[in-house]
RNA sequence: CGGGGCGUAGCUCAGCCUGGUAGAGCGCUUGCUUUGGGAGCAUGAUGUCGUUGGUUCGAAUCCAGUCGCCCCGACCA
């Protein structure tokens, strides 16, 4: 992409509104604007990483053995009456009424949906366990919005639904997805720590909220130290074997959210004990037959009796890690993207555009890269050397190639890495080869 | 929902107290000079001062209402 056609609004000063470093840089690097309180467009470089960050959810899913459906956004109101939630969510759930005044809504979340959707579609035993998901727009009225997309009302998440036969095939499902929570926070770089969380309206008695340590977490968080460097399930877990050492392991050390934190509990684990904000980016409920049964969730078992169906529900706020990275990532002259995120993985920076032999030097280095797969961002702008090395750098792209008329009269380029800011000057071949490798 | 703050140019803000023709910096236009970390000089354009009403000869400024946004708290799959 040619920064030049780009739509790309970035700010120089930072927009008053704007409270925590996530927000403000997402408003300078032209990622994001405010429709209304809580409410955001995404522009064409933020959704790009949305569309990344999405894209590790959706992997790690489906790897897990979960199957992507999607549900829409508005829901008949019929489906809340039936599980009692119309009432008990009170004004947060955003009421619609179409032109027949039938009553919608707009999703806050989705276990009715999908409830009454698998138990129209699944009669035997022999059908389980079975756990769906979908990534999709909810909305929740939040009384007080805030920090950006951390606590939007209208936010992306992707919700899980398991759905087991008896308490064992819950668990081996609730294992599942925390296993592909710990993977997929660690492949977006960063440590999120499952703590033992209250259970809410969603009920139930087990559940867990994955949490990033950062200064502007919106919770308090206590935990032993050495959950920050212990080992993420590798690449080749199984998910058909018994994952339940891992599970052991990630919840033998203390780990909780302030809900859960009794004093006598942390204070056994002394100095090891770390007291931090968090930012609370999944969480993982078994709620057991609390929907199945109200609202006949049934199959037939070996017996030819109808079981009332064990569930479970996992929830990941995409939107909110898209924030939850920076906060995590980003130093004073921008956001430093993981490679896995990164909206663009090269910025080639033309230090004199309008000069035949940069210009030249750019345009083949800019096919070479494009024709290899490699996604650049080429700023051919015809600005200053150094507005083009400040945007660059604000929008945190994790290369930098810099081609200046110096270089090339000596026959080499710079490379930057943009996490550690090291320089290097290599031929140009050496540094395609470096940034296709 | 309680408490506080703020709405003036695309952005950051001054002006308001003490009413009298709308301002600065950055950005944008045009030109010249510059050109390896947010250039210099010159030039031009840009506003229902959030909105409605009131007071007044006269309101960005004073008063009342209203809408929006932000922060603290409560709340929070």
Redesign the pocket.
């Given at each position: 992409m040619r920064l030049s056609k780009y739509f790309l609004?970035?700010?120089?000063?930072?927009?008053?509104?704007?409270?925590?470093p996530s927000?403000t840089l997402m408003l300078?690097a032209g990622m994001i604007r405010?429709s209304?309180?809580?409410?955001y467009s995404w522009l064409p470089l933020g959704l790009r990483v949305l569309r990344k960050i999405e894209q590790i959810v959706r992997e790690e899913q489906d790897k897990a053995g979960a199957q992507e459906l999607l549900m829409p956004t508005i829901q008949p109101a019929d489906l809340w009456i039936e599980s009692g939630r119309h009432d008990a969510y009170?004004p947060?759930l955003l009421r619609i009424k179409d032109r027949h005044s039938r009553d919608l809504l707009y999703g806050?979340?989705?276990?009715e949906m999908i409830t009454d959707i698998f138990r129209n579609g699944v009669k035997s035993y022999k059908e389980l366990p079975s756990i769906l998901y979908h990534i999709q727009w909810?909305f929740?009225d939040?009384?007080?919005?805030?920090?950006?997309v951390m606590?939007g009302r209208e936010f992306l998440?992707k919700?899980s639904?398991s759905f087991d036969l008896d308490y064992e095939g819950a668990k081996r499902s609730y294992n599942k997805m925390f296993v592909a929570y710990l993977r997929t926070f660690a492949r977006m770089g960063l440590k999120a720590i499952p703590m033992r969380a209250?259970?809410?309206?969603?009920g139930g008695d087990l559940s867990h909220e994955f949490i990033v340590l950062a200064e502007t977490g919106?919770?308090q968080v206590y935990c032993h130290k050495d959950y920050l460097t212990m080992e993420i399930p590798s690449d080749d877990v199984s998910y058909e074997d018994d994952l339940e050492p891992i599970f052991e392991k990630w919840t033998s050390l203390y780990a909780a959210t302030e809900d859960k934190y009794v004093k006598e509990e942390a204070d056994v684990v002394g100095n090891d004990l770390i007291s931090a904000r968090g930012i609370e980016v999944g969480?993982t409920?078994y709620?057991g037959k609390k929907y199945s049964e109200p609202m006949n969730v049934n199959v037939t078992d070996k017996e030819g009796k109808k079981v009332a169906l064990e569930m479970?529900?996992?929830?990941i706020g995409v939107s909110r890690l898209f924030g939850a990275i920076i906060e995590a990532s980003h130093d004073d002259?921008?956001i430093i993207w993981p490679d896995s995120v990164a909206p663009f993985k090269v910025g080639l920076i033309n230090?004199?555009s309008?000069s035949d032999d940069t210009d030249k030097a750019c345009d083949d280095i800019y096919a070479a890269l494009i024709n290899a797969g490699v996604e650049v961002l080429y700023d051919d702008r015809?600005?200053?050397?150094?507005?083009?090395?400040?945007?660059?750098?604000?929008i945190g792209l994790p290369w930098?190639l810099?081609?200046?008329?110096?270089?090339?009269?000596n026959g080499v380029?710079?490379i930057?890495r943009r996490a550690t800011?090291e320089?290097t000057e290599m031929s140009i071949e050496a540094a395609i080869a470096k940034l296709t490798a």
């Open positions: 609004p970035t700010l120089k000063e930072n927009p008053a509104e704007a409270q925590i927000h300078r405010q209304a309180s809580g409410i009170g947060e806050p979340t989705n276990e909810k929740r939040e009384v007080r919005p805030r920090f950006g606590r998440m919700d639904y209250e259970t809410g309206p969603i919106e919770s969480q409920f709620f479970g529900s996992y929830g002259s921008g230090l004199k309008g015809k600005e200053r050397a150094g507005v083009k090395f400040n945007n660059m750098d604000l930098q810099v081609i200046g008329p110096r270089g090339l009269a380029v710079e930057k800011g320089k």
